[in-house]
């Protein structure tokens, strides 16, 4: 038995299909077959059906491929401590990160982040809400950054600030100034993200069964994807949505008169860090939770009025 015969099997129980399974490992499928059953031989037993499509894992094989997964997590946990250096913070991290929040707080912060340890290699996944959870189960992403975290399985999850949210629009507002009661928000013009929606029914008045009722004749409805996709359409076709106050710092000047904030700031979109409870890579984690809180921090003491972002 060798490490790489577990993650053959780890792999195939993910994709329950040995070509699918191989192309993940990189390798060949007639040798990731042939590790397998060496695996099988070696203890006499069988860990996959291979005559039912797709494959599926015996009642032998589901216990031996969580005993893999847990093995996988101590392995890198001791690749992880044998590199560590004293105060020193290298290796991969696999980050995800939210797609409504992606667009404005991965410019803030990972240049400086990449500067400050440059032994640290950082590969990010701009991922849904929905996704993400599907990484965190596959162990394919490390952490994630993600709004209001709603998910099925245990993880650790570390508040890292909340993001407050305006108003963008193409047409201009019947208001003094550039701001509003949210009462004053037509609901039934705003074009919502789908991510954004269940944050949002938590901290309104209506009903998700009103809010639904509100939004359910928009002739577009933005299910998934990145906020500047849906900003551009709105330059383009006119309307109105929600839009992180972070993302006024990379709004060109010309769009300042389109956004309009929300009196006592009273929408928020909660930011957090999650991992999963076997995570290792702690030192990392600590060093990212603490310097995004602190750029995050930074910027948000800055003034409201846009043309000082």
Same mark, same amino acid.
């Given at each position: 038995?060798?490490?790489?015969?577990?993650?053959?099997?780890? !792999?195939? &129980?993910?994709? *329950?299909?040995?070509?699918?399974? !191989?192309?993940?490992?990189?390798?060949?499928?007639?040798?990731?077959?042939?590790?397998?059953?060496?695996?099988?031989?070696?203890?006499?037993?069988?860990?996959?059906?291979?005559?039912?499509?797709?494959?599926?894992?015996?009642?032998?094989?589901?216990?031996?491929?969580?005993?893999?997964?847990?093995?996988?997590?101590?392995?890198?946990?001791?690749?992880?401590?044998? =590199?560590?250096?004293?105060?020193?913070? /290298?290796?991969?991290?696999?980050?995800?990160? !939210?797609?409504?929040?992606?667009?404005?707080? @991965?410019?803030?912060?990972?240049?400086?982040?990449?500067?400050?340890?440059?032994?640290?290699?950082?590969?990010?996944?701009?991922?849904?809400? *929905?996704?993400?959870?599907?990484?965190?189960?596959?162990?394919?992403?490390?952490?994630?950054?993600?709004?209001?975290?709603?998910?099925?399985?245990?993880?650790?999850?570390?508040?890292?600030?909340?993001?407050?949210?305006?108003?963008?629009?193409?047409?201009? +507002?019947?208001?003094?100034?550039?701001? $509003?009661? $949210?009462?004053?928000?037509?609901?039934?013009?705003?074009?919502?993200?789908?991510?954004?929606?269940?944050?949002?029914?938590?901290?309104?008045?209506?009903?998700?069964?009103? $809010?639904?009722?509100? +939004?359910?004749?928009?002739?577009?409805?933005?299910?998934?994807?990145? %906020?500047?996709? %849906?900003?551009?359409?709105?330059?383009?076709?006119?309307? @109105?949505?929600? =839009?992180?106050?972070?993302?006024?710092?990379?709004?060109?000047?010309?769009?300042?008169?389109?956004?309009?904030?929300?009196?006592?700031?009273? =929408?928020?979109?909660?930011?957090?860090?999650?991992? /999963?409870?076997?995570?290792?890579?702690?030192?990392?984690?600590?060093?990212? @939770? *603490? &310097?995004?809180?602190?750029?995050? @921090?930074?910027?948000?003491?800055?003034?409201? &009025?846009?043309?000082?972002?």
């Amino acid at each position: 038995m060798n490490f790489r015969q577990l993650e053959y099997i780890i !792999a195939v &129980d993910k994709h *329950r299909n040995f070509k699918r399974a !191989a192309i993940e490992c990189n390798v060949a499928q007639s040798t990731l077959s042939k590790e397998i059953q060496r695996l099988e031989q070696q203890f006499d037993i069988i860990i996959f059906d291979r005559s039912r499509t797709p494959v599926v894992p015996t009642l032998k094989g589901i216990d031996l491929i969580q005993k893999a997964k847990e093995i996988r997590v101590l392995h890198r946990e001791f690749e992880q401590l044998a =590199l560590e250096r004293e105060n020193e913070v /290298s290796g991969l991290l696999h980050l995800a990160i !939210a797609e409504i929040i992606a667009p404005y707080i @991965t410019p803030i912060f990972i240049t400086s982040f990449s500067k400050k340890y440059p032994k640290l290699s950082i590969k990010i996944y701009e991922l849904s809400d *929905r996704r993400i959870e599907d990484f965190l189960i596959n162990e394919e992403i490390d952490a994630a950054l993600m709004v209001a975290p709603s998910l099925t399985h245990g993880y650790y999850e570390q508040k890292l600030y909340e993001e407050e949210l305006c108003l963008y629009s193409s047409e201009k +507002l019947s208001v003094e100034g550039n701001s $509003l009661p $949210l009462a004053a928000v037509d609901l039934s013009n705003v074009m919502l993200h789908e991510d954004m929606r269940d944050v949002l029914i938590r901290q309104m008045e209506a009903s998700e069964r009103e $809010l639904h009722k509100m +939004l359910e004749n928009r002739p577009i409805k933005y299910v998934k994807g990145n %906020l500047e996709t %849906l900003r551009n359409i709105i330059n383009v076709n006119g309307g @109105t949505m929600f =839009l992180p106050r972070i993302a006024l710092r990379f709004l060109p000047p010309e769009n300042f008169n389109r956004v309009y904030f929300i009196d006592e700031h009273s =929408l928020k979109l909660p930011v957090s860090l999650v991992t /999963s409870r076997g995570f290792e890579k702690k030192r990392i984690i600590k060093r990212l @939770t *603490r &310097d995004i809180s602190e750029i995050i @921090t930074h910027t948000q003491n800055k003034s409201l &009025d846009p043309q000082e972002l």
